[in-house]
């Protein structure tokens, strides 16, 4: 991948004259089904972007309260696009028959002089809170059904979009279709440095060019970065099965270490979140054991397998994690 993006050609992508980029952003558009997509530097961005798009200050989004639109981008929906949201409840943030009965309820396209209108409903596959939930295609259809029905457009929040793809069998371009704009990442498991994409029809993302500009996203001779989200998108695909493998190798030793912190069988793809007693000691231990514990709360851990985490890595992990995980289910008195 270094070795890509040593010897990437490069132009001024400000001005859309890198190749690289173009390149990246052409294969990326046609993989999900649309005609254009937009090199962004965070996820974050590509999400701002993508919702900016379909949703007017002081019109509404609606998603799911576990969705990192609204826990993990520090409002900036609401900030800088004056953007409202609602969001509904349910079950590790899966998109399930209720979860589509309960946005059904709150879409409300023309609220009115007196309410708030919605304008768009966001939905995040895999679910990074939710432990890596895979979204079923049939339910994105039946959202994408429910919603072009009421006038409201959805943006996909695919951050590891891949991974859903990975796990299911899904063609990613039927999965990108059901959205009017995808946001996906390069920088997990697939391993790039840097850099996600919005991917949308052509004039929003010809919107989209001018609006990441105004948010600071322009960059020059990126394609030193796009080389290596080719490179990933060309070797890096079919491995995350692996990722997924290796999870719930992780899932099963930690739920026999705590019995109830962790059911493998939910583990669908490559995060494992732990219900623990308390995660920042879990955290603080696991580290000078040269383990790193993601702490989601109190009494939430998460740990994640990527491009970096090998076998001899997960067997490693579990060495450090399982006498931890059994000194918290039975603490010293």
């Not at 001005?15 to 294969?27: F, H, I, K, M, S």
């Not at 309960?102 to 809170?129: C, I, K, M, W």
């Not at 948010?215 to 099965?241: D, K």
Request: proline share 5%; with cysteine.
């Amino acid at each position: 991948m270094r070795r890509a993006m040593a010897g990437a050609e490069v132009g001024d992508d400000v001005y859309g004259e890198d190749p690289t980029v173009r390149a990246l952003e052409e294969r990326v558009a046609a993989l999900l089904g649309h005609e254009a997509a937009l090199f962004t530097p965070t996820g974050s961005m590509a999400n701002v972007l993508g919702v900016r798009l379909l949703v007017p200050p002081g019109a509404e989004l609606l998603c799911d309260a576990l969705a990192h639109v609204v826990r993990a981008e520090l409002g900036a929906h609401a900030a800088l696009s004056g953007v409202t949201t609602r969001t509904w409840s349910s079950p590790r943030g899966l998109l399930d028959a209720a979860a589509l009965e309960r946005v059904g309820a709150l879409l409300a396209p023309d609220a009115g002089p007196y309410q708030v209108s919605t304008a768009a409903v966001a939905v995040e596959d895999t679910h990074n809170f939710g432990g890596g939930t895979v979204q079923p295609l049939e339910s994105l259809r039946r959202l994408r059904a429910v919603t072009a029905a009421a006038g409201v457009a959805v943006h996909l929040d695919g951050a590891r979009l891949w991974n859903a793809a990975a796990a299911t069998g899904a063609d990613l371009a039927d999965l990108g279709r059901c959205a009017d704009t995808v946001s996906v990442s390069l920088s997990k498991g697939l391993g790039a440095p840097v850099g996600s994409l919005l991917v949308a029809g052509a004039e929003r993302v010809a919107r989209a060019r001018v609006e990441r500009k105004r948010l600071g996203g322009g960059m020059r001779q990126v394609g030193i970065l796009a080389a290596a989200g080719l490179h990933a998108l060309e070797h890096h695909l079919e491995r995350l099965a692996d990722d997924h493998a290796r999870a719930r190798r992780l899932a099963l030793a930690c739920a026999e270490a705590l019995p109830g912190c962790v059911d493998p069988a939910l583990v669908e793809t490559n995060i494992v979140v732990l219900a623990v007693p308390d995660a920042p000691a879990l955290a603080a231990r696991a580290q000078d054991g040269g383990v790193a514990v993601s702490v989601l709360g109190p009494r939430t851990a998460r740990l994640v397998t990527h491009l970096d985490v090998d076998d001899d890595a997960v067997a490693s992990a579990v060495d450090v994690l399982a006498p931890l995980l059994r000194e918290q289910a039975h603490p010293a008195s």
